[in-house]
């Protein structure tokens, strides 16, 4: 009992924001459940006047402007997802409730939507927690290592992470 325990311990991580945690790995079902459920534009199609028939344009502005957009929201699938099944708390939530009035006020100010989450529900604040104060960035590197990721498909997420910081 007392070795369990000992290795539970060790799997206990301080991130950078110094709050702990124990990072798990992630079902592989979730990750691509979540991915999926975005979808790909559709390429749109115009009308070559040479030859008269219609074809697909693939390199239209908005086209590639959406396909980027599509690649960002799929990232933050699987952030999500990392979030929610490979973080657990080690410690409560702060009950003083400042992140979460922090929170509200980006909503005011447009910069999340907090809207499709219970703040009354423990898990939904646990997970707001974890991916808006728990995690900076150094600490989503650990966290798709922790979950299995191959490294380059871990500097693909940071890559489209920076990208969608950057906007």
Not at 147 to 167: N, P, R, Y
């Amino acid at each position: 009992m007392l070795e369990e325990q000992t290795t539970m311990e060790q799997h206990i991580h301080t991130l950078s924001t110094g709050v702990r945690v124990r990072l798990g790995t992630v079902s592989l079902a979730a990750i691509t459940d979540a991915q999926k459920r975005i979808q790909q534009p559709p390429v749109p199609r115009i009308m070559n006047q040479e030859t008269g028939r219609e074809e697909e344009d693939a390199e239209h502005p908005d086209y590639l402007a959406a396909c980027e957009l599509a690649n960002m929201d799929r990232a933050n699938a699987v952030m999500e997802t990392l979030a929610l099944f490979g973080v657990d708390l080690i410690d409560p939530l702060p009950e003083d409730g400042k992140w979460i009035r922090k929170l509200k006020l980006l909503e005011k100010l447009g910069r999340v939507n907090l809207g499709d989450f219970d703040l009354e529900d423990d898990v939904n604040l646990e997970f707001l927690y974890i991916k808006y104060v728990a995690l900076s960035l150094p600490d989503w590197t650990q966290l798709f290592r922790s979950a299995g990721m191959e490294e380059g498909v871990v500097a693909e997420m940071m890559e489209a992470f920076a990208e969608g910081a950057g906007e």
